[in-house]
């Protein structure tokens, strides 16, 4: 009899209620086992379980793209929206080709595997068009452009990396970074593997020889058995994808938009790089404004799915147009993608509507709906979801295991490893609890409680001499951090005394440009924000409020004026000065001050009393 596969073992409560198995007597039959947990799973089950472990599914709807040749760098770098040039071996990047009108022809993301060659991953309905294109303005480059012959396998989750390193067979290290690409052999054939997001969760798009497909299919049935993962069905694949604000061709872009109404700009191009199609239109727009309509969030009531290509109006006025929607598991709220008129682009604001025709309250939502969680937060979560469970219920088992999944998760949770040798110990597994704080000694040498707790449990054995020792080394280890802690003190103060000494030469600069301009954009600007920096916040307010009555349409400064008024515990003014800001940040596009005023006013309005 063999144990219950991982993928059942770590079911919702509510899930494993549902079947009464617990033994599994063979391989084939947990097999079939498994099979049947995952067509008996519905799909918020599916999305609940990628969520927090892992579920894979194929990409079937998506293809390679394989280019080669000593100039294929500099071709891809004239055709393409991002900067090629930036890549190193290993390293990928998302961009798009767009025509001189700047509307879409493809969106993808070009990764390179060698000195003279590069791999695109797309969407198969774009492929056709891509490879036109490419081929139409070939001339006399060493560029070949070829099919690769494989299949596509994405796991993704916060148990992804570990699942997929046993699944290579641990034959090359994943991809650290995002688009980031390595090559590995698995049964001696090339295969590729893609550091790639698809749910807003971390994960890997792993690209495999279609020749090899039935022994992978076996390994994969092998890996579910060992590890909580489960195939996700295409409707939860669904739900990730618009709550990750991941747009699909076709469905929420097409070759009728401009590349900056779709948002991949902000992930695409390059404002830096040479000329290429459709460069002009794109930096024109980035420098002078913002699209009329551009994709966004929104969050509706009821549950009900609005028609793709509704019209939003609010009184006759068409604002919006419907594009993907779908109930969100994660919100428990029904959610759409798209696009919006720039006036009501402002994030989190109420509005009232019709969608179709149909009146509906709608909140406008910066992408993605749903914020991913590292691995460290998920290691977190479960470390403290393990002291609840342990203050609420004798039974130590459960407890134990999430602290080893947190440790799975963050090899580095000192105090993960901490809780659980306390566990252990408390369950008499001391010869347990003594080598996880060795194996935390190996990743961190300098971690002071695996000394410590080493001492406590070499105690409870009797080993007094090596007890005596290890507090001997956290006593060193203690004495040898403090000096540290002071003389990092120290050059930080220097540093700091430094750094003071240069910014009251700016100041006094600045203020030679405004006694000949007093309205000067930049020296009004670098005035608040050096004093800012000095922490002379009443001194930074006036110039600020010029640069924002003057140019109005300066979010940097909206930003810089919300942060001074919040230091000087002006909170209503701080409110005011982010909303205004937001709402010129929108229409401009400039989204990352747009996000960091979104997250400060939702600070502010959640501590409000």
Known sequence: MRPLPAVAENLSPSAKNRFNFTRIPCPHVAGLFIRYLETTLTSQENHQYLREKAGYFFLDDWCLVSASGSDVLNYFQTQTSNDVHKLNIGQGQSTAIVDRKAKIIATFSLHRTGEESVIILV???????????????LFREDVSLSSPDHFLLTIQGPRSSSIIQDFIQGSTPIPEKQNDIRLFDLDAQPCMIINKSLTGEEG????????????????????????????????????????????????DLDEKNILPETGLEHSSVSYNKGCYIGQEVIARIKTY??????LMGLVMEGNDLPLVDSEIKMDSKKIGTIKSSVFSYSL???????????????????????????????????????????????????????????????DLEQPVALLREAIELDPKNADAYEALGVFLSKQNKLDEAIALMKRLMEIDPEEIMAHTNLSIYYMQQGRIEEAEREKGEATALEFE???????????????????????????????????????????????????YDLQHYEEALTPLLTVVKEYNDYSAAYVLLGKTLEKLSRQEEAIEAYRNGIAVASKKGDLMPLKEMQQKLNQLLDSAP
């Open 123 to 137: 969407e198969s309905v774009q492929k056709e068009k891509l490879l036109n294109h490419l081929e139409t303005f």
């Open 204 to 251: 890997c798009v792993l690209a495999l020889p279609t020749q090899i497909k039935n022994s992978i299919l076996q390994k994969l049935q092998e890996v579910k058995i060992k590890h909580p993962l489960i195939q996700v069905d295409s409707h939860a694949r669904e739900v990730f994808r618009i709550e990750a604000g991941i747009p699909s061709y076709g469905k």
């Open 289 to 294: 404004g913002a699209p009329n309509f551009a």
């Open 332 to 394: 428990q709220k029904t959610i759409a993608l798209a696009y919006i008129q720039k006036d009501y682009r402002s994030p989190d604001v109420d509005l009232n509507v019709t969608v179709g025709g149909a009146p509906c309250k709608i909140r406008t939502c910066l992408l993605p709906f749903y914020q991913p969680q590292t691995r460290k937060d998920h290691s977190r979560r479960l470390h403290d979801k393990a002291l609840v469970l342990y203050k609420d219920q004798d």
């Open 481 to 531: 951090k403090a000096i540290s802690e002071n003389m990092a003190k120290k050059k930080s103060q220097d540093n700091a005394n430094k750094n003071k000494a240069e910014k009251e030469q700016k100041v006094s600069m600045f203020k030679q440009v405004l006694e000949i301009d007093p309205a000067d954009q930049v020296a009004n600007f670098g005035l608040g924000s050096v004093y």
